[in-house]
Every structure is written in C-alpha cells, then in structure tokens.
C-alpha cells in the first residue's frame, strides 16, 4: 500500500465515538442495537439452541406435549392511550407471542412493579383492563407477583407477563424458514399504535385521532391455520408468523432475513396505510415501515399458499384490510428492499435504535 | 393526501423524466442544497432514472451536519451540568462530538430532551423554575423564526431561565463559497425549498448574476425534484442563467415577511464555521446584544471549548459535493449510522445516511438494477 493510501486511511469524518459502555435508550428499541446486544451478550451467556432461534416464542418438549413460553415487559408510557393501555397491551403482547408460534395461548403469570404513590384507582383501572383482555383472549391469569420501589425508582407501573399454550404437532414456525420464492403478507395497516401513542405523549391532536391497534391475534392464527386440511399442511404452508412490534415491520422483515438468509423484496404501493397516520407520520418525520404495531401480523407464506391464507384473513375481522406484500429472493446477504412506483429500488434497513425525526 | 400524493405520482414522474431525457444534450452537473431533498432523490432513485448526462451531487444542506464540532461539544458540557436541561431536535441526539453524544451524556444521566418545537422548551423553561433550560437551535433559515420566537417570547415574559444556543447557518453565502472554490464543477443549483419560504428567492438573483448559473427552487417530493431539474436543464441547453421558482405552492419571490422580520430583530449576521468546510463569511446567525441574556453561549462559561476541525477530511469534500459518500474509505465499514464517524452518517438528512440506508443493497444485487432498467424502460 503506497503512503497516500495509507493517510487516506487515516482520514475520518470529523471525531471518533468511543465503544458503547452504557446501555442506551436504543438497545430497547428492537433495531440494531437491541439485536447486537442480544447476540453478543445473551446468547452467549445463556447458550441454547432453543434460544438461538430467537423466535417470538421458544417452544419446548415436556414428555410429548409442545409448550410454546414466552416472556415480555411492558414500560409504555402513558399508561392510558386512545385504543387501550397498559394492561390490554400486556395480556395483547404476550398472547400474540405465543401465537406468532401457532400455539393456542392458555396461561399467564403477571408480575407488577410498581413505584410508590401510585394512585390505587390507577392500579384498579389497569387491572379491570387485564382481566377483560385476558377474558377476551380466553387465557387466565394463573400466578403473579407484585413488587414496589421507592418513588423515584420506577416510573409509575412496569408489568411483566408470561405465557404459555400447546402447539399441535407437525407445526414447526421459525423465522429461520423462509425461501426463495416465499411470499409475505401483513394482516392489515401499519404504524397505528406507534402513532397513537407518541401523539398521547406528545400532546398532538389529530382531526381524526388515531388509535392504538392492540389486540389479540391467536384468533386470526388459529383461522389461517385452518386454511389448510391438517397442521402437516399448514406447517408446510406457511414458514413462519411473527409481529411487528417496536422497531415495526422493517425490524421485522430483516430479522426474517437475516434468520432465513434470504433477500425480501417490498412493493411500496401495496403497503396498507392508514391515511392519518401517513398525515402524522409525514408531520413528525417518520416512516411508518419502522412504527410500532400491536394488533398485526406477518405471515411467510410457501408458494402457492398466499391466496388462501389471504381468504381465510380478509374473513377475520383483525385481518379485514390484510394484503400480500413482497417476495422472499435469492440474495447473497440477509437485505430488505422495496421497489416504488417509480419502478427504483432502495434498502429498508433495520434501524439503529429509535427513530429520530427530521430537524427542518 | 393533498400536496403530497400529487407530487409523488408515478405517471406525471414519468412524463417529466421523458422530457429531460429527450432535451438534455451535454452534460451537466445539478447541486441541490437540502438533506430533504437528497433524501427524496437517494428514496426514490431519481438520481438513477436520469439519463447519464445529468450528474446530481448533494451540497451541504444538512444543518445538522454542518453544525461546528465546537457548538456540539458546548452542547455536551452543558446537557452534563446538574442544573442544565437540554431541549433538542431528535437529530441532533446522536451527532458524534470530540468524545461523546448527547444520547450517551443522557445514558449516563444528563437531562436531554426532545423537542419537535422551540415552544416546548420555553414551557420546560416555565414549569422548571429551578433549573437552567438550553434550547440547542440549529438549522437553515428554515428554523430561525421559530428559535427567534422563542427568544423574542422569553425576552418578553422575563422567562430568565431559558437559553439558545444558536448555530444557524445561511444557504446563499454557502453556495458563494461552493462557486468560488477551485475545483468546483457545479452548473446549476436547486435551492432548498423550505428555506425559500421563509425568505424568498430574490437573494439568488445576485448569485445568478454574480457566477450567471441558473437556480430553481424545488420542493421535496419526487415530481418536485424532476421539475426543478427539467427548469434547469432547459435554460442550461439554452445557455440561460436565471432565478426560478418551482415550489410555487409555497414559495414566492419576497418570502414570509414577519418571518424574516422577527429574525433580523433578535439574530443578527455573523461569520461561521461550517463543519468539514471552514469558515464564510457573513454565513451565520448570531443572538444580538438586546436579547444577551437569552443567549447560551454568553451565559456559560463556554469560551474554553474550542476544537481545531482535523485538517483533511472527506466529509468536507462529500458536503461540497467532490465527492459522493461511497468514496469515503469508512464509509459501510467503520463508518455506519450505528457507529458514525461523523455526523453526515447520522443525521436522518445526511448524505452518507441517505447512501448507506437506501443505497447498499446495490454492491450485492445486479438483479435488483436489471431489473429497474427494465421496468423504467417499459414505461
């Protein structure tokens, strides 16, 4: 290498930043940084090809029967938002987890943290909302816990639940099976709930508010399954389900990618959404591809199962508005790319951490 | 959606790529000014339905990245300061500064906020009597009334505990600088649209006769862009140099008056430091002397902090448009929005961003350009 080369090397783009040391907002935000902490600290650590498949759920083997088990924690902030709350969405989040496996969810546990000086009517009001969606979902809540921390120590309420439910057999849904040729459908449009609450958090009012899309997807699940004659049919059917939560359908997608190793190619114009939360997301400068959602799913559908599955969904009431939209291809790295009406073609990549919008 | 869906339609896209297709003859080099525009370009591949001898390079239209190393590191002492709140544009959060970010000094306790206006760090400023709250205001002219207004209204209601730090930069004297540069090979300009609203056009009018290179106003959807760069192509071709306005829907020659109005009364022009470029003159806002005391940089003990920009280095020559992101030895590598070297990589209206997020895929896939050619060529 010729020195010129060399101090060309040198050259960098104005300061260095020092290795990460603490933990950053962005690591919970389920992009980049979420995964890269995921595979170089927690995967290693815990070690277990259950894990390694970082499914939405791990689905274990206990004397025959298929357990699907699942954990998540719910910080939102507000508690209370247009389209449900924290509760809802505890009992909502874990369901779909389980589901997103083709497991019928049966059980909770939920655990609260709570900080001092909570108002217990706040408690109430959350609880009364556990207790219908999980009435709703048809899962009961079987074991809890219940902890305090001084004020100060927590920011009003945190909730943990934990689920499980029996898959039947010859299911087999991983994110790691998705092939050439595969086809992607969403259950309806995208970037609702992300909306719904920033504009609570922000005090931005919309002339048609926007709600949150919370709800329970094992119904919509358990239909699309049976699109199909048996669950050897439908495991062959459909590669995998998953839903498109924080870092929305982009962190998804490449995550599937990424897992299966594959490209996914996006049609843009085919992507339901919402004419408000376009208006917002143009407002505040985000892109609704990366808005979260509570109430969706993707489906990886083998070839020839799309248009049946997409019946069975429109049939659904949570898959009224569901449409096909991209090809799995052949790629040489994991990449997510969206073709526009111009007929052009750009990457969808997985965000580093939270989306961040436009200055001016 | 009114205004929008118009001017992202496919046919009428088309129809104007046609066009420059059919009248362009000679090659030329188009700058446009404005992260939002080189966004919607890299978003919507124009830069690749163009015909080859129209070359589209991107001038330093990110005020983000174009923000002095200095005024970041100010930002960062002060965000660390116990009895500091720091109220900031989102984009701002992750611009690396000599050692550290506004994300990390939050990680590790400093009290960072998020604003989507100024007003909101005045209403942090009233409800936080105790504490000192710092609105870090940076931008084109595009953001100078809104942070003149927030001062203006702090001046006026004894708000004493509210701040700016001012980093405002002008587009006019940027593009003076760009055209006096040696190597420059830019023919014609689209200037930024936003900024137009605000202060017209009649200010490029001494530009185009000064350096008799044509400027056109654009917006920032696709179908504005096309527009823009078909209104240049023809006075190009017909050896014209005039300053022209295609974002009529927002722009008009004098501008927003009031808006400009409120700017003169509480900034006043000064020279500033362009990150990656150096210094222009008369290219910056500064707080006047009347509104002293709601002027960060003459309320802190910031004088210390000064820092030497490195004395090469490529994101000057990718924000003078000499060369395009791609070029840089770090670029993907070392250098990736979740690792950014500089603040270019960054900023969601940052060049090298725009490259690396919507760009990439094309080292891995000739499929996916084959297959572009062939829809365009349908068409």
Request: glycine share 8%.
């Amino acid at each position: 290498m010729s020195s010129k080369s060399n101090s060309l090397a040198q050259l960098t783009c104005p300061a260095p930043l020092p290795a990460k040391e603490t933990i950053l907002l962005g690591h919970g935000s389920g992009g980049r940084l979420s995964a890269e902490l995921t595979r170089s600290l927690f995967l290693p650590a815990f070690a277990n090809p259950i894990l390694s498949r970082l499914d939405d759920q791990a689905i274990v083997n206990i004397k025959g029967a298929r357990l699907a088990f699942t954990t998540d924690s719910f910080v939102v902030k507000p508690l209370f938002f247009p389209g449900g709350d924290i509760g809802s969405l505890a009992v909502h989040g874990t369901v779909n987890d389980l589901a997103m496996g083709g497991a019928t969810p049966l059980f909770l546990s939920v655990a609260f943290i709570i900080e001092e000086g909570l108002p217990i009517e706040v408690l109430r009001r959350v609880v009364e909302s556990l207790r219908c969606a999980a009435r709703k979902a048809g899962v009961e809540i079987v074991t809890g816990d219940t902890k305090v921390v001084e004020k100060g120590s927590g920011d009003q309420l945190f909730i943990n639940t934990t689920g499980i439910g029996l898959v039947p057999d010859h299911l087999d849904l991983s994110a790691n099976r998705a092939r050439p040729g595969d086809q992607v459908l969403v259950s309806g449009s995208i970037g609702e709930h992300g909306i719904a609450i920033l504009a609570q958090r922000e005090g931005l009012e919309f002339e048609c508010p926007i709600e949150s899309d919370s709800a329970a997807l094992h119904g919509l699940v358990a239909a699309m399954l049976a699109a199909f004659p048996t669950s050897e049919a439908a495991g062959s059917g459909i590669r995998c389900f998953r839903d498109p939560t924080r870092g929305g359908l982009s962190s998804t997608l490449n995550e599937i990618a990424e897992q299966s190793r594959v490209g996914i190619r996006l049609e843009e114009s085919v992507i339901p959404i919402r004419e408000e939360v376009r208006g917002a997301c143009e407002m505040l400068g985000l892109d609704p591809l990366y808005v979260a959602n509570e109430g969706k799913l993707i489906a990886i559908a083998a070839p020839g199962s799309a248009d049946a599955l997409l019946k069975a969904m429109r049939n659904d009431p949570l898959g009224r508005n569901a449409q096909i939209i991209g090809t799995v291809v052949e790629s040489a790295s994991p990449i997510v790319t969206i073709r526009t009406e111009l007929g052009t073609s750009r990457c969808v990549d997985m965000l580093a951490g939270d989306q961040l919008p436009r200055i001016c | 959606m009114k205004f929008l869906d118009e001017y992202r339609n496919a046919g009428v896209a088309r129809r104007l790529l046609a066009a420059i297709r059919r009248e362009a003859r000679r090659p030329w080099v188009l700058m446009e000014i404005c992260g939002g525009q080189t966004h919607t370009i890299m978003r919507y591949g124009l830069d690749e339905l163009l015909p080859p001898q129209i070359e589209l390079v991107h001038g330093p239209g990110c005020p983000v990245c174009v923000t002095p190393l200095e005024t970041i590191d100010k930002a960062l002492e002060l965000a660390a300061r116990p009895e500091v709140i720091l109220v900031s544009y989102g984009d701002m959060l992750r611009v690396p500064g000599s050692t550290t970010d506004l994300f990390t000094v939050k990680a590790r306790g400093g009290d960072v906020r998020i604003a989507y206006s100024p007003t909101e760090a005045l209403k942090i400023a009233r409800q936080n009597p105790g504490r000192k709250i710092v609105f870090l205001a940076v931008g084109f002219e595009t953001t100078a009334p809104a942070n003149a207004m927030a001062i203006w209204q702090a001046k006026k209601e004894k708000i004493g505990n509210f701040s700016a730090l001012v980093s405002h930069v002008l587009v006019p004297p940027a593009i003076r600088a760009l055209m006096t540069a040696p190597d420059c090979r830019v023919n014609a300009f689209i200037a930024p649209g936003h900024v137009c609203t605000v202060m017209g056009y009649e200010e490029y009018e001494r530009l185009v006769a000064e350096f008799r290179i044509p400027i056109v106003v654009g917006g920032f959807e696709p179908v504005d862009i096309l527009e823009a760069v078909l209104m240049l192509l023809r006075q190009l071709e017909k050896g014209e140099a005039r300053a022209e306005n295609q974002y009529v829907r927002s722009v008009n020659y004098r501008g927003n008056l009031p808006a400009q109005r409120i700017v003169e009364e509480v900034f006043e022009i000064t020279e500033q430091k362009w990150r990656g470029i150096g210094s222009i003159p008369a290219s910056g806002l500064r707080v006047r002397e009347e509104y002293g005391d709601y002027d960060a940089a003459r309320l802190f003990d910031l004088a210390s902090i000064t820092v030497a920009e490195p004395a090469e280095c490529i994101s000057a020559q990718v924000l003078q448009g000499l060369k395009k992101p791609t070029a840089c030895p770090a670029f993907g590598m070392r250098c990736t929005p979740q690792n950014p070297l500089g603040a270019p990589m960054v900023s969601s209206e940052g060049a090298c961003a725009a490259y690396y997020n919507y760009r990439r895929h094309q080292k891995d896939s000739s499929v996916l350009s084959s297959q572009f050619t062939a829809d365009s060529e349908v068409r």
